[in-house]
């Protein structure tokens, strides 16, 4: 592993691709360039984003005024409820912190990052995207179909999801499960890339653990990824097989088990977890090195908690069924692994608190993202313990504490985490730079409504309300007053919160039309991206610039150095 | 009451969410400990995070960042002793949630007073009575739809069951929650000790009625139950099958 890598790509002429295809917008459907499917991974997930943000809007404003005519929706039904907040769950999970985190941010990094010209396989990488194209169509199709969309919960659980005679959405629900199925096929093929392309394309120097963290935590997730889907993807054709043929693999009257479905779809929901968190960490830990000009603290020990929170993630997934009627005895193996996996996830936080000691750290709208990430999803681990002790479980499972402590593990992932990205990178995707006072006025009229929405629902939780229940009014100890503010006040914020994302908006509009040219490397940073020009041009470097490492990519503020960087290609001096 | 028994009642204390039964207090308890552990922990990594961003601010003084790579042992120990601590405190949240666990989902205490069965349906929760000789399946069944009435102080057994869909039987104020899933009888146990009123909540997605799927617990005095049971005894002592269970709205 610490031999140099061989090197497939490395000064051939680049010339087959793209240069002999189809012209004009063709030119961009068909395009095999990494960097290209990055943007189109990108738009596409930020435009489902604004679908999952609609959707989260409709159903808030029914929570907080039952039976009101929605602005720009009209009345909520309790079908009309329930498929929303399914479908919401679905989108911002696998149409928008996949697509953004994992496939935008993996093809861009990747290639750039290790020193190539492209993936390994860019035909299979075209083909990735266009299934995942195909998918989002399926998916925004199951939601007008007759009948209307799937309601049965992103989590699908047979027989509701199996037979259209409960579920009432014939078409709705098989489209679902096609929609997901396409895209978990998408995501293979973009992982064999990303694997592929780590191992046998790093530039002539680069070692393992020359490789920046962001590119080995998105390729541990890969792995994550294509070792759990196979079992749900085994059980989403089952499912199928189920609605549309009358199988009756998770119906209990043939013979059939509804909690086979529940471990099948488990034991990749919970790797999928991480399979998002990690790209996100992996992209905080970059900014945090940057913008505190340090280096990692324990790069080995990052990757090595990686590595062993990946390979726990594969044994906690009955936690999210210790009340399913499993056996009993079941949830103390369960509870024990999932408390453990809290060890390798805290270590991670210290590592990343003790970068910044002793740094020279720079506020700016990147690294404010970054910070934002650590400091909010510690909420989410801590209040994860809770939920990981059987005991305490049998009282918050299904209820609001559940859905605000995953919200405060997946909003600083798909959101904090894609922002800190999108700012980071923003120059070297787009050649511009951003203005960091909207930047800012962005990230604080983000982080502090998003605190407001869920901090509340913790006490909502707390109270005993369930999820997934359109109007709490016919429960008397849940239609206090009280409550009934909170739902309110949470709403609200979400409102503030879904008007700042204009001021986002703007600023990419206002950046695109006149910001100042970046040049390579703004931020001073080490990796190889910061080494071409911004954008990078087809092929990435030109032929015969190709870089060579000659370090690690956190060699910042090294004494006796007059630059606080050192980046990777840079030749040693002579006399050292 | 002691000092570790009023953490129990946090909760009820602040006017959240009531002790309705033997074994709320004991969640309650878990809950708090939790909250007091992970506290502890989360206040000092929060705390330590912002003092590093104040104290390490680049100034404009030129000061340069420090070269640490954290492979020597001097500053590893920051990271290895932290967590080895979080594994302890890991090891006493196991413990203390497991004896949670097993006194209300792994023993199941004997020689309950009642034995009612409790099934889930689109959109409707069924509820049958053990009636006054206190057994299941006798002519003297009391069969209700959306109403459960219990008697305080009483030990409780219930089988659970679903005739469609999965459901999930769910009062707050008791701390109980299960699935109940098609096909299968899951038994377990509660000990109601307040009186009233109380939710009984759908807390498992269940197709276009969940959100109406809502029921009441009746927790009644001795001499109110024995007259609700009197009231509602079915006057012909018919073998209770399927058929005769009243079908839901």
């Known amino acids: ?576 | 009451m002691g000092f570790l028994e009023r953490l129990g009642h946090f909760f009820d204390d602040i006017g959240l969410i009531r002790i309705g039964s033997s074994y709320a207090a004991d969640i309650d308890f878990l809950i708090v400990l939790v909250t007091l552990v992970v506290g502890v922990w989360f206040v000092a990594a929060e705390l330590i995070f912002v003092y590093f961003i104040m104290k390490f601010r680049d100034k404009g003084d030129g000061r340069r960042a420090d070269y640490i790579d954290g492979k020597n042992k001097r500053h590893k120990k920051w990271i290895t002793y932290p967590h080895l601590a979080v594994l302890v405190f890991d090891v006493l949240i196991i413990v203390v949630s497991f004896n949670v666990w097993h006194k209300i989902k792994l023993d199941l205490p004997e020689n309950p007073d009642c034995v009612i069965r409790v099934t889930g349906q689109q959109w409707a929760w069924i509820f049958q009575h053990c009636g006054a000789d206190g057994e299941l399946d006798t002519a003297d069944d009391i069969y209700t739809v959306d109403e459960l009435h219990v008697e305080n102080d009483k030990l409780y057994h219930f089988k659970l069951e679903a005739k469609d869909v999965l459901h999930s039987f769910s009062v707050p104020v008791w701390r109980i929650k299960q699935d109940a899933i098609p096909g299968r009888s899951i038994t377990g146990w509660f000990q109601p000790t307040l009186t009233g009123e109380f939710d009984v909540q759908c807390a498992e997605i269940c197709g276009f009625g969940h959100t109406v799927m809502q029921g009441t617990a009746f927790v009644e005095t001795a001499e109110e139950h024995a007259a609700w049971v009197a009231a509602n005894t079915p006057a012909e002592a018919a073998t209770p099958t399927a058929d005769n269970t009243p079908s839901a709205r």
Not at chain 1, 161 to 185: K, M, R
Not at chain 1, 237 to 266: C, E, K, R, V
Not at chain 1, 384 to 397: E, K, P, R, S
Not at chain 1, 457 to 480: D, K, T
């Open chain 1, 1 to 576: 592993m610490v031999e140099p890598a061989v090197d497939l790509t490395h000064g051939h002429p680049h010339d087959d691709h793209e240069h002999h295809g189809p012209q004009g917008w063709l030119k961009y459907l068909w395009s095999t360039d990494h960097k290209v499917i990055a943007m189109q991974y990108m738009f596409t997930g930020m435009f489902m984003a604004m679908v999952g943000g609609f959707m989260a809007y409709v159903f808030r404003m029914q929570l907080a005024f039952p039976g009101m005519n929605v602005p720009g929706f009209g009345m909520v039904s309790m079908g009309e409820y329930n498929a929303l907040v399914t479908n919401h769950g679905t989108i911002m999970i696998f149409w928008v912190a996949m697509p953004v985190l994992l496939a935008a941010f993996g093809n861009f990094l990747i290639p750039l990052m290790v020193g190539t010209d492209d993936m390994v396989f860019p035909k299979i990488n075209r083909l990735s995207f266009q299934v995942f194209f195909v998918s989002t169509i399926v998916i925004l199709a199951s939601l007008v179909v007759e009948g209307g969309g799937f309601a049965g919960a992103w989590t699908a659980y047979p027989p509701l999801s199996a037979n259209e005679t409960y579920n009432l959405t014939p078409l709705g629900s098989t489209l679902w499960v096609i929609g997901v199925g396409l895209e978990f096929v998408a995501f293979l093929l973009g992982g064999i890339n990303f694997i592929t392309t780590l191992m046998n394309s790093r530039a002539p120097g680069m070692r393992a653990f020359d490789v920046p963290l962001v590119v080995w935590m998105i390729v541990v997730a890969s792995i994550l990824f294509m070792l759990s889907v196979g079992p749900l993807l085994a059980g989403a054709i089952m499912l199928i097989f189920d609605q549309t043929i009358g199988t009756g693999f998770f119906n209990p009257a043939t013979g059939g088990d509804p909690i086979l479905w529940q471990h099948l779809f488990w034991f990749f929901g919970h790797p999928e977890v991480y399979v998002v968190l990690l790209p996100a960490m992996g992209v905080v830990i970059e900014i945090i090195a940057t913008f505190a000009r340090k280096k990692v603290f324990g790069y080995r020990i990052v990757i090595f908690t990686v590595v062993a929170t990946g390979v726990l993630s594969f044994f906690v997934w009955a936690h999210h069924q210790f009340i399913a009627g499993i056996d009993p005895r079941m949830a103390n193996i369960f509870t024990i692994t999932t408390l453990l996996i809290s060890v390798p996830i805290a270590e991670l936080c210290f590592v990343y608190i003790a970068t910044l000691y002793g740094g020279s750290i720079r506020l700016t709208t990147p690294m404010l993202w970054a910070l934002a990430f650590v400091a909010e999803f510690l909420i989410g681990g801590v209040t994860g313990i809770f939920l990981g002790a059987a005991g305490a479980d049998i009282y918050f499972h299904d209820t609001y504490f559940v859905l605000a402590h995953f919200h405060y593990t997946f909003f600083p992932i798909a959101i904090i985490g894609t922002y800190a990205a999108f700012t980071y990178w923003f120059p070297k995707m787009f050649g511009k730079m951003m203005d960091d006072r909207l930047g800012k006025w962005h990230f604080w009229l983000t982080i502090i409504p998003f605190n407001m929405i869920f901090i509340p629902l913790f006490v909502l939780g707390m109270g005993g309300q369930h999820r997934r229940i359109s109007n709490y009014s016919g429960f008397s100890e849940l239609a206090r007053d009280g409550f009934q503010d909170i739902r309110v006040f949470a709403t609200v914020s979400l409102l503030i919160m879904l008007l700042a994302q204009l001021i986002f908006f703007y600023n990419c509009w206002k950046t695109w039309r006149s910001g100042p040219k970046a040049g390579k490397n703004p931020w001073k940073a080490n990796s190889l991206e910061w080494t071409t020009e911004s954008p990078p041009p087809h092929g990435n470097w030109h032929p015969d610039e190709m870089p060579v490492v000659h370090r690690g990519p956190y060699e910042f503020s090294v004494p006796g150095r007059e630059d606080d960087y050192w980046p990777q290609n840079e030749p040693p001096r002579r006399d050292s």
